[in-house]
T-cell receptor
Framework: DAMVIQNPRYQVTQFGKPVTLSCSQTLNHNVMYWYQQKSSQAPKLLFHYYDKDFNNEADTPDNFQSRRPNTSFCFLDIRSPGLGDAAMYLC?????????????FGPGTRLTVT | TQLLEQSPQFLSIQEGENLTVYCNSSSVFSSLQWYRQEPGEGPVLLVTVVTGGEVKKLKRLTFQFGDARKDSSLHITAAQPGDTGLYLCAGPADTGRRALTFGSGTRLQVQP
């Protein structure tokens, strides 16, 4: 089945220690997104890639970076995690289509910062 | 900036009851989507409504898009514990970005 896969599902890191979360997709969608979600709130968009074109949200901290080496993979790098970065991180994909952008989410990575 | 407001924020009901969740905006949306997110998982797309006044049914779930395309509702008939989760409405952002504006979410708990 075509899907969005995130690894790992659970990640524990230390305060200030860089961490990388990964996402892969078999849907061949050209748009990939990274969201941060805290305790039952709506997902908050961090950035997205349209093909290789990176689009950062204005309020995304510089501490968060992303890489998309090819269509299938996308990575979220947190350079110096703080306690406030503990959250669920969701990857999503979408086809480029007028008006819609229906999104297909992965299962998420729960990040704990100690 | 387009905003989507959902109500209620939290709903706890008994199995077999009916419920309605609302998603409202002062802005017109070209379409609205509904997602359900179970605890510890990512959101799953349930439906997209596109035409003003459109009604779509998914088993016991009925989705309606307002005539003016500013609001939508989700009605669940005879709720079951498996319906428990966070329900999110979302619509394309108005800035030409390939992004969605999400509502604040409705957390539904169905007690057996």
């Amino acid at each position: 089945d075509a899907m969005v896969i995130q690894n790992p599902r659970y990640q524990v890191t230390q305060f200030g220690k860089p961490v990388t979360l990964s996402c892969s997709q078999t849907l061949n969608h050209n748009v990939m997104y990274w969201y941060q979600q805290k305790s039952s709130q709506a997902p908050k968009l961090l950035f997205h890639y349209y093909d290789k074109d990176f689009n950062n949200e204005a309020d995304t901290p510089d501490n968060f970076q992303s890489r998309r080496p090819n269509t299938s993979f996308c990575f979220l790098d947190i350079r110096s995690p703080g306690l406030g970065d503990a959250a669920m991180y969701l990857c999503a994909t979408s086809r480029d289509q007028l008006g819609g952008y229906e999104q297909y989410f992965g299962p998420g990575t729960r990040l704990t910062v100690t | 900036t387009q905003l989507l407001e959902q109500s209620p924020q939290f709903l706890s009901i008994q199995e077999g009851e009916n419920l309605t969740v609302y998603c409202n905006s002062s802005s017109v949306f070209s379409s609205l989507q509904w997602y359900r997110q179970e605890p510890g998982e990512g959101p799953v797309l349930l439906v997209t409504v596109v035409t003003g006044g459109e009604v779509k049914k998914l088993k016991r779930l009925t989705f309606q898009f307002g005539d003016a395309r500013k609001d939508s509702s989700l009605h669940i008939t005879a709720a079951q514990p498996g319906d428990t989760g966070l329900y999110l409405c979302a619509g394309p952002a108005d800035t030409g970005r390939r992004a969605l504006t999400f509502g604040s979410g409705t957390r539904l708990q169905v007690q057996p």
